[in-house]
């Protein structure tokens, strides 16, 4: 078996022994960093020993003066660290998906937003306010306005053209729509880009209807071809394109991973910008206050 064909589990460490790497880094000290994670000094030696084992490379050096990353542990470290943040925004929304009978604040996102966007954002809101207990109903744009109209999300957040009928709004970012496709796929291998006329004609791997990224694309436009799948997820939308369904819109935020790593290409469309605004809504004359409020200043800072 290739090292490529080994389970990505048995090549890449686990979020304990990423823990101990940066509290290492950050302390200097082998046994401090095991103190604060609360495991003994042997214990911790053990993890890095393991873990120096599995990446194949030597990441601290130690001296009785204490211990310092080697210069791969120095590159590992700040590997090391966008993993443990990705954790924590992993977390952060997987916490808020307990729809907990306590939640003081109800969140309605859609799919876009609560899979790329609000994860970050709930953990700066847990980091300012820990005691907060937040609930988090994921659908499309249309489903968030529902649910606000009928008094169960106290803040929502949509991706569509517009705002719903009997909302108020406020433009917290910004994204680009991209034309996608597996690398085998014949649009991969153009040389000019797409007419807009060809996109419109062609069956794509679409979003539900409601959906604010479908909503954008049929505007531009003018019309769709009938889908050639459709699927209620970015993420699910996403693996059917890189799995070589055929093409597909996505939002530039859920694929930018997939880009890098040409697992999908993006295909320009002439004289075409699929662009859109991100927005916080709420029911007309019902500003947020207390965490909704926090919420919506943390999505615009």
Do not use: C
């Not at 990446?55 to 120095?74: E, I, K, Q, Y």
């Not at 899979?115 to 809101?125: H, K």
Request: hydrophobic content about 50%.
């Amino acid at each position: 078996m290739s090292e490529s064909e080994v389970p990505l589990a048995h090549r890449v460490p686990d979020l304990g022994a990423l823990e101990l790497l940066l509290a290492v880094a950050r302390l200097g000290s082998l046994g401090a960093a095991a103190r604060e994670l609360g495991i003994t000094q042997p214990a911790a030696s053990s993890r890095l020993r393991s873990m120096e084992r599995q990446l194949g490379v030597a990441l601290v050096d130690r001296s009785p003066r204490g211990s310092r990353l080697t210069d791969a542990g120095a590159l590992v470290t700040d590997w090391a660290r966008r993993v443990v943040e990705a954790a924590e925004a992993f977390d952060a929304g997987a916490r808020a998906l307990r729809d907990r009978r306590d939640s003081r604040l109800r969140v309605a996102a859609s799919m876009t937003i609560a899979e790329y966007l609000l994860p970050g954002w709930l953990l700066a809101l847990h980091a300012g306010r820990p005691g907060t207990a937040v609930s988090l109903l994921a659908g499309n744009s249309a489903r968030v306005a529902e649910l606000l109209l009928a008094g169960e999300a106290d803040l929502g957040f949509v991706e569509g053209l517009s705002v719903p009928t009997a909302l108020d709004s406020a433009v917290v970012a910004r994204d680009r729509l991209v034309v996608v496709t597996a690398p085998t796929h014949p649009w991969a291998r153009r040389s000019r880009p797409l007419a807009p006329e060809e996109l419109a004609a062609t069956p794509l791997i679409l979003r539900e209807r409601g959906s604010g990224t479908r909503q954008v694309l049929d505007a531009a436009l003018g019309g769709l071809a009938r889908p050639l799948i459709e699927l209620s997820s970015t993420t699910a939308v996403k693996a059917a394109a890189v799995g070589g369904a055929g093409p597909s819109v996505l939002s530039e935020l859920a694929v930018g991973e997939e880009l890098a790593t040409r697992r999908l290409v993006g295909i320009p469309v002439a004289g075409l910008a699929l662009r859109r605004e991100l927005r916080a809504v709420w029911p007309v004359g019902h500003r947020p206050t207390g965490p909704a409020r926090e919420l919506l200043a943390l999505t615009r800072s």
